[in-house]
Structures are given as C-alpha cells and as structure tokens.
Antibody
Framework: QVQLVQSGSELKKPGASVKVSCKLS????????MHWVRQAPGQGLEWMGW????????TYGQGFAGRFVLSLDTSLRTAYLQISSLKADDTAVYFC????????????WGQGTLVTVSS | QSALTQPPSASGSPGQSVTISCTGT?????????VSWYQHHPGKAPKLMIY???KRPSGVPDRFSGSKSDNTASLTVSGLQAEDEANYYC??????????FGGGTKLTVL
C-alpha cells in the first residue's frame, strides 16, 4: 500500500526557515516524480514544482525559484521542501504528491502540512 | 505560466448534469493531451477523477467524464449526487517539465 506521510504542522516567525518532509513507502517503482502543491487559506491549489526520484533533479514552478528548495534523500525515500526567509503569505497547507513521470497524473498524495508564519 | 481559467462556482440539482470548463492556451491545454481533473474536499487530499483529458481511473464513477476542444478542457458530472459537492481543479502539462493548475471551481449540489 502506497503511503506519503508528511511531517507535522509548523509555526514560524517571519524571516525564519522551515523544512517539510514527505516519506514515500510502498511504491515499488524505481522512478517517480515527487511534486509539491501549495494551498493558501481560502485559495486554490498551486503547483510548486517537482523532483525526479531517479536523478534528484528539481524543477520549479513559476514564482517558486529562489526561496524554495526541493530535495530528495533516495535512501530514505523522503522528499523535502525547504522555504527560507519566510513571509506571512507563505502561510499555507503544503502537499506532496507522486506521479510516475511529469506527464502522469498525481496518483498518491500526502496528508498536507500546515505552515503558519506569524510574529 | 499563468493559472488555467476555471469558473469560480458551478451548481446543479441532484440528477442533473453540470460541466466545468478549464481554459488555457496552446502552450498548455491546447498543446498537450495531459489534462487531469481532481476533486478536493476541504481537509482531505485531492482525488484524481480524470487524466489524459478523458480517461477515468479505476473506481471513479462513469458519471464523471472529460473532454477537450482547442484550448479548453471540460469536466462533466452527470447524475449529480450530494457527495459530488466539492472543489474541482484541472491541471495541464505546460511544457519544459512543468505543470499548471486551474484556479478551482466550487461545485454545489442544490
């Protein structure tokens, strides 16, 4: 049974950094894509980017280069989303999701991680 | 790439059909047959309803169907049921290993 388990909620001050994890289990394929999707309060889903599970090469969506870093520990099958210089409008639920390739639909999702940025 | 355009809301009575549109450009929706639709109930993980424009994953009722014409994809829900009330999002491959979401449509079953 495939599962994506994300780390717990975070409360951070503006200017701080946060690292959200997403552990993949039960996925038998050696190649996969790990995506990150943001949902700000009252807003829709927004694709942030993806990381190739085989090459570990990240690709960032528009507006998500710079302060956002996607990484992957293949031995732990854990993906990470790190956000630096946090701002109030980074407050959102962050989801990880897998697909077979960049052209494949998201087949499994994590439960979401709420990151709250507040002074 | 800009977000795909969806109507903010749609509604229908039980048993009726409703169609939600998703408009992009020739660089995304119009250029590729990699449009997916997700159903999202708040507080839960989104669920895949349609992929590759019109394919339905196992377990998704055949009341859900997808199509595409030029730069606009559509999701049709026939025989509306109360449990269909949710937010629906389209996504499309947008070239250069990137994806784009639509703004989302809140479907209300009256």
């Amino acid at each position: 049974q495939v599962q994506l388990v994300q780390s717990g909620s975070e409360l951070k001050k503006p200017g701080a950094s946060v690292k959200v994890s997403c552990k993949l289990s039960g996925y038998t394929f050696t190649t996969y894509a790990m995506h990150w999707v943001r949902q700000a309060p009252g807003q829709g889903l927004e694709w942030m980017g993806w990381i190739n599970g085989y090459t570990r090469n990240p690709t960032y969506g528009q507006g998500f280069a710079g302060r956002f870093v996607l990484s992957l520990d293949t031995s732990l099958r854990t993906a990470y989303l790190q956000i630096s210089s946090l701002k109030a409008d980074d407050t959102a639920v962050y989801f990880c999701a897998t697909s077979g390739t960049i052209l494949s639909p998201f087949d499994y999702w994590g439960q979401g991680t709420l990151v709250t940025v507040s002074s | 790439q800009s977000a795909l355009t969806q109507p903010p809301s749609a509604s229908g009575s039980p048993g009726q059909s409703v169609t939600i549109s998703c408009t992009g450009t020739s660089s995304d929706v119009g250029g590729y047959n990699y449009v997916s639709w997700y159903q999202h109930h708040p507080g839960k993980a989104p669920k895949l309803m349609i992929y590759e424009v019109s394919k339905r994953p196992s377990g998704v009722p055949d009341r859900f169907s997808g199509s595409k014409s030029d730069n606009t994809a559509s999701l049709t829900v026939s025989g509306l049921q109360a449990e269909d009330e949710a937010n629906y999002y389209c996504t499309s491959y947008a070239g250069s290993n990137s994806l784009v979401f639509g703004g989302g449509t809140k479907l209300t079953v009256l």
